[in-house]
C-alpha cells in the first residue's frame, strides 16, 4: 500500500528509462498496466536484463496499427491517472494516441513522454543513447582521469537519473497538480536535460571559478587525492572521501601517510605527493584489513564492491537494499515510507500474459474481449 495507491497508469511499453519510470511507480503503489506489442505474445520469456524494468505491472498486448487496438487503449486512458512513453516526438500522434487524443478523452490525463533529446530542437527527431545525450549535456566530458579519454559511467546518468527518474518525478508532479486544477497536461522529460539538472553544482562551481574543465583534475572528479580510488594489496580497491578538514585528519592518522612536510589540505602544490604517498601506504594491507581499520569511521571510506559482494555486505543486507524476487537479485524499492509501505507488486510479467484480466478489470464485456481477441486488436497468452 505504498503513496501512489490507488494512481492508474498506462505505460506504453519501450525500453530504458521509460519502463524504469513505470517500475518507480509501481513500486510506490500505482497500478501499472504494461502494453505491448501483440508480436511478442510468441516469446516464450523475458531477457532477464529486463526483468527488473518489467516488474510489478499488469501486462496487455495490444496491435497499436489496429484500429481496435489502438481504441482499447484510449478506453483504459479514459480511467486512468497518468500515460507513459518513450516513443520518438509524432509517433504516438501518428498512432492515435498522441496527448490530444488522450486528453480528449480524459482532461485529467498526465500524459508523460520520455526522449532523449526531447519534444523540440533541431535533434529531437535524431536516434540517440545514453552515452550521446550526457556527451552534449556537457557531463561525458568531466568523467573520466587526467589526460584519459572521458569514460561513460555505465548508462546511469542519461537512462535512468536524468531520464527514467525525470520522468517519474515529474508524472507525480503533474498527477498532484491535476488533483487540485481537475486538468492533466503533457510532461516533456529528456535525458539532456536531465543530465544538464544532474550537473548543477558543476555548473554553480564553474561559475565560480572553481571547476576546471580539464578532466581529473577537480575536487571530485579523482583530481584531489583525498577524493579517491585506492588500489589494496591484494589488488582490491578501498575509495576515501575525506573532504571536511576533521576526516582528511583523520584520514592521515589511519593511514600513518607522512604529511608534515607537505602543505595544506587544499594547496594542490602538495597533491601529486600526497597521492604517491597514499598509492604505497594503501597497498601494504588489503583490502579487508583496511575495512576492518576504517569502515564505521570518519574518513568516509568504504571498500569498493561489485555486486556479487555488495549484496552481502553486512549494511546492505540490513537495510534490506537487495531482495531475491522473480528468481534473481534486484534492488528493493526505494526510498523508504514509514507509514505507507512500499513493496515489489508483483513478478515480470509476459507480453499478453494479462490482456483478458486487465480488460475485464477495466470494464470491457465478456462479448467485446472476445471480439477484440478474433479480430487479432489484442492478444492473450495462452
Known sequence: MGPLHGVKVVELAGIGPGPFAGTLLSDMGADVVRI??????????????????ARGRRDIAVDLKHAD???????????????????????????GLGPDACLARNPRLVYGRMTGWGQDGPLAHAAGHDINYISLAG???????????????????????????FLAFGVVCALFEARGSGQG?????AMVDGATYLMGAMWGMRGMGLFSEERGTNL??????????????????????????????????LTGVRHDDLPAQNDRAGWPVLRERLTEVFKSKTRAEWTALMEGSDVCF??????????AHPHVVARGSIVEHDGMDQPAPAPRFSRT???????????????????????????EIEKLLASGAVKQRS
Do not use: K
Open 220 to 253: 571530485l572528479d579523482t583530481g584531489s587525492p583525498y577524493y579517491e580510488v585506492y588500489e589494496t594489496a591484494d589488488g582490491e580497491w578501498v575509495s576515501v572521501g575525506s573532504i571536511e578538514p576533521q576526516f582528511y585528519a583523520e584520514l592521515l592518522e
Open 69 to 95: 487496438g489502438v481504441e482499447t487503449v484510449l478506453r483504459l486512458v479514459e480511467q486512468a491517472d497518468a500515460l507513459i512513453e518513450g516513443f520518438r516526438p509524432g509517433v504516438t500522434e501518428r498512432l
Open 36 to 53: 505491448e506489442r501483440v508480436e511478442l505474445v510468441e516469446r516464450s520469456t523475458r531477457p532477464s536484463g529486463f526483468i527488473f524494468d
Open 302 to 311: 568504504a571498500p569498493v564492491l561489485p555486486m556479487s559482494e555488495a549484496r
Open 185 to 189: 497536461q503533457v510532461v516533456d522529460a
Open 139 to 165: 557531463a561525458l566530458a568531466h568523467f573520466g582521469r587526467v589526460g584519459a579519454p572521458p569514460t561513460p559511467p555505465l548508462n546511469m546518468v542519461g537512462d535512468y537519473g536524468g531520464g527514467g527518474m
Open 341 to 367: 509501505e512500499v513493496e515489489i507488486a508483483g513478478e515480470a510479467r509476459l507480453p499478453g500474459d494479462d490482456t483478458e484480466a486487465v480488460l475485464t478489470s477495466f470494464g470491457f464485456r465478456e462479448e
